[in-house]
Nanobody, 121 residues
Framework: QVQLVESGGGLVQAGGSLRLSCVASGSIRSIKTMGWYRQAPGKQRELVAAITSDDSTNYSGSVKGRFTISRVNAKNTVYLQMNSLQPEDTAVYYC???????????????WGQGTLVTVSS
């Protein structure tokens, strides 16, 4: 069983910063892409940023230049540094990873429980 546990959410004023962390634990053979998604009230879940095992990154247009995704493969951890936060960034942020527990079973998608980020104006 693989678990993703996020931390670092909270309340911040507009223009402030937060750093989210997500640690994968369990019987992990390998992790491919890790990413962050968010879901605001009344909206669909959307990709915020993703990073591959060789550190290739992808960002949504709305966060490019403000958010930075990074990972430490040896710790099965992915981070999201969020700067210049705006009220429209308010959402529950979910960690996502493609994880293999065995080479026979291949990779499966795993989600964290989510962490709430609230940006006040």
């Amino acid at each position: 069983q693989v678990q993703l546990v996020e931390s670092g959410g909270g309340l911040v004023q507009a223009g402030g910063s937060l750093r989210l962390s997500c640690v994968a634990s369990g019987s992990i053979r390998s992790i491919k892409t890790m990413g962050w998604y968010r879901q605001a009230p009344g909206k669909q879940r959307e990709l915020v940023a993703a990073i591959t095992s060789d550190d290739s990154t992808n960002y949504s247009g709305s966060v490019k230049g403000r958010f930075t995704i990074s990972r430490v493969n040896a710790k099965n951890t992915v981070y999201l540094q969020m700067n210049s936060l705006q009220p429209e960034d308010t959402a529950v942020y979910y960690c996502n990873a493609e994880v293999a527990v065995s080479w026979v079973l291949g990779y499966s998608e795993v989600w964290g429980q989510g962490t709430l980020v609230t940006v006040s104006s």
